[in-house]
């Protein structure tokens, strides 16, 4: 149990196109999904945290414009990079929190974004 | 802010040798301690999860120990396998859920 999807695994887009990621937990309902960003040989960075029904909350530094987030129901989130440009090609990957704060935290695989 | 340091920062070590990885952090005020593994390219697998109040956790090979007032904690891997190469992490929790992630120590077992 406790599954987490992400999709797509991979995507190559053009600098200045937006890219949609989403992030399922399949077999229960979160109500906190989070999102991290990691660089190559570095680790996970949170970038924000996102509650069913409201608005994401950033980690400083973390531009809330460039980065949208929403989280439409209680087993899909989405992140959408828009104007991508190369600087953020990186490797996003989710988590879905099961029970009361704070939540076990399940990671999806994850997604490697490469912008040309 | 929680800074998680993960030393060494990368092991090679022949197979049947045991490891010992190496993880502090700057607040002690957390709520649990995970130790992940993740391999190249792909996401995380959690390993084990220690909570606040205990000294250590056992799965299989694996055991991990907990000294929360010294902000330390150590993962052991018990006769390593050339399959437990990967990238293991360490994450302590905080009470708001949210996970602050050492940048690592990458290990390599060969046969």
């Given amino acids: ?116 | 802010k929680q800074e998680v340091t993960q030393i060494p920062a990368a092991l090679s070590v022949p197979e049947g040798e045991n490891l010992v990885l190496n993880c502090s952090f700057t607040d002690s005020a957390i709520y649990n301690l995970q130790w992940f593994r993740q391999d190249p390219g792909k996401g995380l697998t959690s390993l084990l999860l220690i909570q606040s109040s205990q000294r250590e956790q056992t799965s299989g090979r694996l055991n991990a120990s907990l000294d929360k007032s010294s902000g330390r904690s150590t993962l052991y891997i018990a006769a390593s396998q050339p399959g437990d190469s990967a990238t293991y992490l360490c994450a302590p929790t905080d009470s708001w859920g949210k996970l602050q992630f050492g940048a690592g120590t990458q290990v390599v077992v060969t046969p």
């Fill in chain 1, 1 to 116: 149990g406790a599954v987490v999807s992400q999709h797509p695994s991979w995507v190559i887009c053009k600098s200045g196109t937006s890219v949609k990621i989403e992030c399922r937990s399949l077999d229960f309902q979160a109500t906190t999904m989070f999102w991290y960003r990691q660089f190559p040989k570095q680790s996970l960075m949170l970038m924000a945290t996102s509650n069913e029904g409201s608005k994401a909350t950033y980690e400083q530094g973390v531009e809330k414009d460039k980065f949208l987030i929403n989280h439409a129901s209680l087993t899909l989130s989405t992140l959408t990079v828009t104007s991508a440009h190369p600087e953020d090609s990186s490797f996003y990957i989710c988590s879905a929190g099961l029970g009361p704060p704070p939540e076990t935290q399940y990671f999806g695989p994850g997604t490697r974004l490469l912008v040309l």
